[in-house]
């Protein structure tokens, strides 16, 4: 029941924003600073989900095998990798640490 | 990323042929990233959601970084709202999306309930390199039906298959998020300002992680957005007279 009502609130939440971008006039989200801090945001959640999710159990911080795919995923990146391809660096090199026991 | 083969200076001999580069573009994007709905599926029932509630996600919230941060809050034991409150925050971009789009699509009033579900980074990154009005409107229509079909699709999935393959984790399946994250991420660090916010905001959910309740840390991280501004803000504004005078 609770998963259902975080789905819920996230669907509304979500559309919401997604219409008022195309319904607001211009204007009122055009401020530099709501413009700076929304184009903000997203780095500062994207950062804190991807070391989370990462480098975490639970409420304990662990280093074990994900760190091992993230920094895949990283390389990748760099080499300009597309985007399944990143994601799947990081699976592949994940499930191979882990076989070998990190 | 979109590759952008539209160019506008593309002489037009017959007027067919920019409608199916345009086609082409949002396509591209639309099968590239509508197949990685599969690791949204696979992580979503891995995190222990059901089938429908996976499929409600893709169907219903369709922003994908919204969707990997609700299911590992919800994971992570984070409560329902905590949960969908990082998941909102990381939404909020697409209202930024919508207004520059509804400049350049000029809907209809009647059609903006229907198209705004399709504002996403994707459809905006093919809509917003179009040179023109009816080459942003095919872009958006083809790039939006196109993902969401598949997007939905391999949702699906990836939720079977995650029921298929039981423990997810011992596939390394539990990285796919994270890297998600990152890859979303990697293009926006631009310039100082953006690194410095991802640093802090790093510290900040790590840090806090150990002793806030689950779901909050990641909302805590979000504040290094302000803060880095301000500090941007006081660093320009402060810097004595002259930095002042500047400034002006």
Redesign the interface.
């Known amino acids: 029941m ?6 819920a ?3 509304l ?3 919401a ?8 006039p ?1 204007g009122l ?2 401020r530099p ?1 709501v ?22 159990h ?4 662990v280093l074990d ?2 760190a091992a ?2 920094a895949a ?2 390389l990748a ?1 760099v080499l300009r990798a ?3 391809l ?2 799947a ?10 076989a070998m026991g990190a | 990323m979109p590759e952008q083969t539209a160019s506008p200076d593309i002489r037009t001999e017959d007027v067919e042929r920019p409608d199916a580069a345009v086609v082409r573009d949002a396509l591209g994007v639309g099968i ?2 509508g ?2 709905g599969f ?1 949204f599926g696979v992580t979503s029932a891995g995190s222990g ?2 089938l429908a ?1 996976t499929c ?2 893709s169907l ?4 994908g ?2 969707q ?3 299911v ?1 809050a ?1 994971a ?2 984070g ?3 905590t ?2 409150a ?14 520059r ?3 350049l699509l000029a ?1 209809p009033r009647a059609l ?2 229907l ?3 399709w ?2 980074d994707e459809t905006s990154a093919v809509t917003l390199a179009q040179p023109t009005r009816r080459a942003a409107r095919i872009g958006f229509t083809v790039t939006g039906l196109s993902l969401y079909v598949l997007w939905n699709l391999t949702t699906l999935l990836g939720a079977l298959g995650a029921q298929a393959l039981g423990d997810t ?18 293009p ?2 631009k310039t100082t ?2 690194r410095a ?6 510290l ?3 840090g806090l ?2 002793v806030l309740p ?1 779901g909050v ?2 909302l805590a ?6 803060a ?2 301000w500090a941007e803000g006081r660093r320009r504004n402060g810097g004595g007279d002259h930095a002042r005078e500047e400034g002006r």
Request: include cysteine; glycine fraction near 8%; aromatic fraction near 8%.
């Open positions: 609770n998963t259902w009502i975080a789905i609130v996230t669907a939440g979500c559309y924003v997604k219409l008022a971008g195309l319904l607001v211009a989200l055009e600073l413009r700076r801090l929304a184009a903000l945001l997203p780095v500062s959640l994207l950062a804190a989900l991807t070391a989370q999710q990462t480098f975490s639970g409420h304990v911080l095998a994900r795919g993230l995923a990283a990146l597309p985007f399944l990143v994601v660096a990081a699976v592949v090199v994940t499930a191979g640490a882990r | 590239a990233v197949l990685s690791a959601l059901s509630q409600a996600l219903l919230v369709f922003t970084a919204s990997f941060a609700l590992g919800l992570a034991g409560t329902p709202l949960a969908a990082g998941a909102f925050f990381l939404g909020v971009r697409n209202a930024f999306y919508g207004l789009l509804s400049q809907l903006r309930p198209a705004a579900q504002v996403i984790d011992a596939w390394g399946l539990d990285a796919a998020g994270p890297a998600v994250f990152l890859a979303l991420l990697a926006m660090l300002t953006e916010t991802a640093a802090l905001a790093v900040l959910g790590l992680l150990p689950a840390p990641v991280a979000a504040l290094a957005a302000p880095v501004l």
